[in-house]
């Protein structure tokens, strides 16, 4: 009887010493919202800085108390005046035109609690923000201010301090704003004319003058086994990017690799290619070529499976689209992650062509008859019902 006794409480005593333990686990922690955190003031904010003549800048700052130890994102933005009211992303954003930034962000993304940047940096950044197109408008010396936003994804973001020092600016031409995107490679004669590079659509608002967030660019295309690949801004060499100058990520099983800067198809299949471009940044995505019906003719606006097209397996075969449920105008779309539908939606107009929405307005009302499908190919351009 003692035994049994003695055993119990030993099991009792493990579970609430289990428990205890299960209060402090890392996976378990209580999240704290803080409020501020501190940017240390760098030893070069005493004097004078010539953008022209110093090379970088070692900045760092103190970690915000989430409450554990968070994975924290960290950018750096600059102002010429110190309010940060608005930031380019805000001007680019407003249809009327009528937002001044006054603040904009290193693109850089830096994961631990210091950062080193180059003059060009923080040049590109005064300039911006400053609105100067020449370098002859420039003044002579110029107040920079400088805050860290700290960022913990899903919960919390939140900015430090600002350090104030004075700059002689250096020029650094603005990046242009990218509204084209070319694809070029081994299967189209490595953009040795025009034609030979072939278009991406853009999705709808991220490009021209009042595009917001990073430009950025899909296509459908089928890839040959160890098929090579570049794209470009314009239809020609130029600023051209790849898998040596371009961060590459695979959804899809492509098996992508670096041959020689050029991107390198490791399986051959149909793919949906998602590349973005601000002119500093690029990535180009593999992502499954997924085609979607949309509103009446499917009866529901979402991208369920059941709305889904069927995939061919050869270059020249057609994607098939569900049957209509109803006579009534068609929509259809890839679907982007991030996007809504229509910003990536097109239709096959009544001569038989494949027509993308793009930057544009609605698409062609094109009505179908309940009972019919849709048949894509990507490889022509064409498509039809029936």
Known sequence: ???????????????????AC?????????????????????????SQV?????????????????GYFAKV?????????????????????????KVVADYAEIPTIFPLNRATITNDDLALAVVQVGHWEKPEQLPATQKVYVRVKATLP???????????????????????????????GSEYGWGNNEKSWKPLTPVKGTIG???????????????????????APKPK???????????????????????????????????????????????????????????PTIGNWDCKKENMFTAPTTATGEFVSPAFVATNEVRMCVKLKDFEWW?????????????????????EKITVTAGQRCYLNFSTGKGSYK
């Not at 009887?1 to 428990?19: D, E, H, P, R, Y």
């Not at 378990?28 to 005493?46: G, L, R």
């Not at 010539?50 to 970690?63: I, R, V, Y």
Request: hydrophobic share 35%.
């Open 154 to 184: 899903n919960v919390a973001s939140l900015h430090s301090n600002v350090v104030e020092f004075t700059v002689i600016p250096k020029y650094v031409k603005l990046p242009p704003k990218i509204t084209e995107c070319y694809l070029t």
């Open 73 to 97: 994102n960290y950018t750096l933005e600059v102002s010429n005046t110190g309010k940060f009211t608005a930031s380019l992303a805000d001007e680019e954003a407003d249809l009327e035109g």
């Open 1 to 19: 009887m003692n035994k049994i006794i003695k055993t119990s409480l030993m099991l009792l005593g493990g579970i609430f010493v289990m428990a």
């Open 237 to 295: 060499w130029g600023d051209d990017f790849g898998a040596g100058n371009a961060t590459v990520t695979d959804h899809a099983s492509a098996s992508p690799s670096d041959e020689g800067g050029n991107i390198k198809v490791g399986k051959a299949g149909w793919y949906l290619i998602v590349v973005t471009n601000n002119g500093e940044k690029r990535t180009v995505s593999f992502e499954k070529p997924e085609v979607y019906l949309q509103g």
């Open 50 to 66: 010539d953008l022209n003549n110093a090379a970088q800048f070692n900045l760092a700052w103190e970690k915000p108390d989430f």
């Open 343 to 363: 910003k990536s939606e097109f239709i096959v107009n009544k001569a038989g062509s494949i027509v993308y929405r793009g930057d544009g307005n609605d698409p």
């Open 209 to 231: 003058k009042q595009g917001k967030g990073v430009p950025t660019f899909w296509m459908v295309a089928y890839f040959k086994a160890d098929e090579q690949f570049k794209f």
């Open 22 to 46: 299960s209060d402090d686990r890392d996976d378990n922690p209580t999240i704290k919202v803080p409020t501020e955190f501190k940017m240390e003031t760098p030893s070069f904010a005493s």
